[in-house]
């Protein structure tokens, strides 16, 4: 071998070994960036869960009855579900927004028309839509945490 025949070799190995170190490097920099945002995620979630959707599962279930289920959402109920979701808008879906005051303004049309308008007992989600959208968000970012969550809500 003479010594151009081993210099060319040095270089095309010189050569060889900072592209799969780049590539190298590169796979472990996306990894590491979606690891990260992974992790932002799941901190998003859990601030989600801790702030919005189980405080407010709390208080669609205080009228759940044994025997009769679900029974609904009074004012009450709304005008406290709304205060959280004020106090948090960035961290409301919209769909949950959209539910709720919905449902806020069929209550106050309500007790509008009404001849006693102090009677606030009226009950609103009888499609059970604000509970099962609240249901199946609580449970998917439960699952999103690896916590135990209820398959059959998703």
Known sequence: MNW?????????????SAIMNFIIQLYFEHKRVKDRKLQEIKENDKIILQD?????????????????????????QLERI??????????????????????????????????????????ADDDRKLFNHVRVVYNQKRKNLNLPYDEVSL
């Open 4 to 16: 151009g025949t081993i210099l060319t070799a040095s270089v095309i190995a010189a050569i060889v």
């Open 52 to 76: 919005i959707y189980t405080p407010i599962l709390k208080i669609l279930s205080e009228h759940i009855i044994p025997g009769d289920g679900y029974e609904g959402v009074d004012v009450g």
């Open 82 to 123: 709304r205060k959280i979701i004020d106090d948090n808008p960035q961290l409301v879906d919209t769909e949950l927004d959209r539910i709720t005051y919905g449902y806020l303004e069929d209550l106050a049309h309500i007790g509008r028309n009404q001849s006693y308008p102090h009677d606030y007992d009226k009950f």
